[in-house]
């Protein structure tokens, strides 16, 4: 079964810090791999994902993401955190056969002015 | 374009009451997905409905609960009787496409309380 491994429930940087939300999955074939953030009394909201081509793919608002094979990792980040991204963040993988996401237990990003 | 609604935003039940929650999906999605957190963990897959078709049931928990989507358009799910553990946000979403290049829409969720 897939499993996905988000480091860290809480994670708090100040305004203008680097963002780094780590994610780890477990499978012996490369998934889809997704990155959403879901806002206060909002539902979630795809801000990037990897499916071929280029490891590196650039989100919304600044936030891009590594697809790194050897390391099962697709960690998030962005250059400069602004007060508009604290927000709960989730990792989610889909196998390449079947339809259904495995989520992580999410980060919640807190932003310090 | 109106996005994924679900209905109610907040539910308060005593344990052993019957709870409907209601999905409508983006007009024209024929893929229509339940997903549930549990307070601290991962969101989980319950189960895909393709238009009024059950194409994968594996996560619901149990028989207590009961998903349907009658004419393919909006989708309701029941939990009858509602134990403590099934406490949690009920999230709803759906998509246009399957494959790769699937876009999900999410609601922004129920959240259920069972007392």
């Known amino acids: 079964a897939q499993s996905v491994t988000q480091l860290g429930s809480h994670v708090s940087v100040s305004e203008g810090a680097l963002v780094l939300l780590r994610c780890n999955y477990s499978s012996s074939v490369p998934p889809y791999l997704f990155w959403y953030v879901q806002y206060p009394n909002q539902g979630l909201q795809l801000l990037l994902k990897y499916t071929t081509g280029a490891t590196l793919v650039k989100g919304i608002n600044g936030f891009e993401a590594e697809f790194k094979k050897s390391e099962t990792s697709f960690h998030l980040t962005k250059p400069s955190a602004h007060m508009s991204d604290a927000a709960e963040y989730f990792c989610?993988?889909?196998?390449?056969?079947?339809?259904?996401?495995?989520f992580g237990t999410g980060t919640s990003l807190t932003v310090i002015p | 374009e109106a996005g994924v609604t679900q209905f109610p935003s907040h539910s308060v039940i005593e344990k052993g009451q019957t709870v409907t929650l209601r999905c409508d999906p983006i007009s024209g999605h024929d893929n229509l997905y339940w997903y549930r957190r549990v307070m601290g963990k991962e969101i989980k897959f319950l189960l895909h409905?393709?238009?009024?078709?059950?194409?994968?049931e594996s996560g619901m928990p149990n028989n207590r609960f009961l998903a349907e989507r009658t004419g393919g358009t909006y989708s309701t799910l029941k939990v009858q009787p509602a134990e403590l553990e099934d406490s949690g946000v009920y999230f709803c979403a759906s998509s246009q496409d399957l494959g790769y290049n699937e876009k999900l829409f999410f609601g922004s969720g129920t959240q259920l309380s069972v007392l």
């Open positions: 989610a993988v889909r196998p390449n056969t079947g339809n259904q996401f495995y």
């Open positions: 409905f393709v238009k009024e078709s059950k194409q994968d």
